[in-house]
């Protein structure tokens, strides 16, 4: 974000953390501005209890984004394309990167589907001009959704007879047509395909996205799972990215801890540890 912006000064960070480990090491940086424990939490449920957060400290007059760690940007000016799309009083009130189509590598061809063609919550870029505040990024998982009519088709972007799966942010199409907010989507590109500039030939879970044909950001996807430049599809998601940006000074790599951090995992996992005794090695490291 700061490399490529052109106005570096007008950047602030928020961060809203899930663990007390990375609570810790957020706040002994110099970039995060604001930061916030909000208890732990996985999956869905956590991610969505960061972004109620997140929604709830958005700041007014401010283009707020709001987005996964796992994102990188790779737009020279990208501020200025938000500048263009989001401050313009005929633009934009949200721009935002989409789910992936169905028959797509995650989503696969089944009748139970996420929204499409819509900003989602992984990574979002909000108009001052708009009042978000009362928008509701819970998950409800317990039940789906049937698209049994042409409103809700059109809604959802979802054929007749599908399944809506309410993953966070579920709610978002819903409140852009009732508070009447025009949106803009990035083009999503997988790795695998001749249009992929800056992730091709990486693995097709990770997503590139694209204005008129250039990068704008990519998302790595699975970060929970995947650590930072240490496993694999990190790896090979982060030397893609370093490529294309032709190595920049600002690149960011695992310190020494992280690599035991993460040898130490990998002996927990293989001799199925208890999870307590885990974290109290933890703690003491």
């Keep these: 974000y700061i490399g490529l912006c052109s106005d570096q000064e ?5 961060a809203y953390c899930l663990d007390k480990e990375s609570y810790k090491k957020i706040c002994q940086g110099n970039y995060v501005s604001l930061a916030k424990s909000v208890g732990f939490g996985r999956g869905s449920g956590g991610h969505a209890k960061a972004l109620d957060e997140a929604v709830k400290n958005l700041v007014p007059g401010e283009i707020n984004i709001i987005s996964d760690t796992d994102v990188v940007i790779l737009m020279e000016d990208w501020d200025r394309l938000l500048d263009s799309k989001l401050l313009n009083p005929t633009g934009y009130g ?23 063609r819509i900003p989602t919550a ?4 909000i108009s001052p ?3 978000f505040s009362a928008l509701n990024i819970s998950a409800d998982k317990t039940s789906e959704l049937l698209i049994d009519n042409i409103a809700l088709s059109k809604l959802y972007n979802l054929p007749i007879g599908a399944n809506l799966l309410k993953d966070v942010g579920w709610r978002i199409p819903e409140f852009l047509y009732e508070q009447k907010v025009p949106y803009y989507a990035f083009d999503i590109v997988k790795p695998d395909s001749a249009e992929s500039l800056a992730l091709r030939g990486c693995s097709p879970y990770h ?18 799972k995947h650590q930072f430049r240490i ?3 990190s790896v090979d998601f982060y030397d893609a990215c370093d ?6 000074e600002w690149a960011v790599f695992p310190s020494s801890m992280d690599r ?12 199925k540890l208890p999870f307590k005794f885990v974290n109290r090695v933890f703690r003491n490291i």
């Design 243 to 248: 490529r294309y940006l032709n190595q920049p």
């Design 129 to 131: 001009r708009y009042d």
């Design 94 to 116: 949200l721009i935002g990167i989409p789910y992936e189509d169905i028959e797509g590598f995650s989503s696969g061809g089944g009748q139970t589907q996420t929204y499409k």
């Design 10 to 14: 007008r950047l602030v960070f928020h």
């Design 260 to 271: 035991l951090v993460a040898l130490w995992r990998r002996v927990v996992s293989l001799f």
């Design 207 to 224: 997503d590139e996205f694209q204005h008129d044909g250039q990068p704008f950001l990519v998302h790595q996807r699975g970060s929970m």
């Design 122 to 125: 992984t990574w979002m870029a």
């Design 231 to 233: 496993d694999p599809l």
